[in-house]
């Protein structure tokens, strides 16, 4: 079985600082994605970035950024030059590349960014 | 194309009454999955469809639960006989074949009273 485990329920922020987000994730498959949602209050969820397990190199958008630990099954979120936009909740997720699409989530981070 | 749409945005319902809810997915993403998100949770899996075909489902669906995806388009989930524990927000997402990307709906947020 998959699980996803997101160890910080809140966490602030100043505007413009970096912050990260720590989520570990146990699995038996080889092939696999992570990802991180961010959920702002009262709206849905969108997709921040994803991680391909085969792939080495940490996936960055924009101020985004993931530290993909592969033998440590870890997949942390690097938020550089935080925003008040970035006020959400984040879930960590994980899916197997093969058989069961589903998705694995962890319990979510609460993230304020403080003016 | 405008994304994932969901319809209701609320329902509130009384206890033992049955509720439908409907999600259109993006137009050509073959795969729909249905989750459920408590306050203060992550999202669960509840099921998943290829096409029209459901090919996975979670134990957390009950008897209670159906779901359809008839023609492979928009899917519907009914609960029969609501009880309050069913309070939560129902969200809907689909992806492309590849499964490696997943586009949420805004969800349906049921409240059992």
């Known amino acids: 079985a998959q699980t996803v485990t997101q160890s910080q329920p809140e966490m602030s922020v100043q505007e413009a600082e970096t912050v990260t987000l720590s989520c570990t994730y146990d699995t038996s498959e080889s092939n696999y994605y992570l990802f991180w949602y961010k959920q702002p209050p009262s709206r849905q969820m969108i997709l921040v970035i994803r991680?391909?397990?085969?792939?080495?190199q940490n996936a960055t958008e924009n101020r985004f950024s993931v530290n993909f630990q592969k033998a440590a099954k870890s997949f942390s979120l690097k938020i550089s030059d935080s925003q008040l936009g970035d006020t959400a909740m984040y879930f960590c997720?994980?899916?197997?590349?093969?058989?069961?699409?589903?998705?694995?989530f962890g319990k979510g981070t609460k993230l304020s960014v403080i003016p | 194309d405008t994304g994932v749409s969901q319809d209701p945005r609320h329902k509130i319902t009384k206890r033992g009454q049955n509720v439908t809810f409907r999600c259109d997915p993006i137009s050509e993403h073959n795969r729909l999955y249905w989750y459920r998100q408590t306050l203060g949770q992550g999202p669960e899996f509840l099921t998943y469809f290829q096409n029209e075909a459901q090919l996975e489902k979670s134990r957390l669906l009950s008897d209670r639960f159906s779901a359809e995806r008839p023609k492979g388009s928009f899917s519907t989930l009914e609960i029969q006989r609501t009880e309050q524990g069913d309070s939560a927000m129902y969200l809907c997402a689909s992806s492309s074949p590849t499964g490696d990307g997943y586009t949420f709906g805004s969800g349906t947020r049921l409240t059992v009273v």
């Open positions: 991680q391909e397990a085969y792939k080495q």
């Open positions: 997720a994980q899916v197997s590349g093969a058989g069961s699409y589903q998705l694995t």
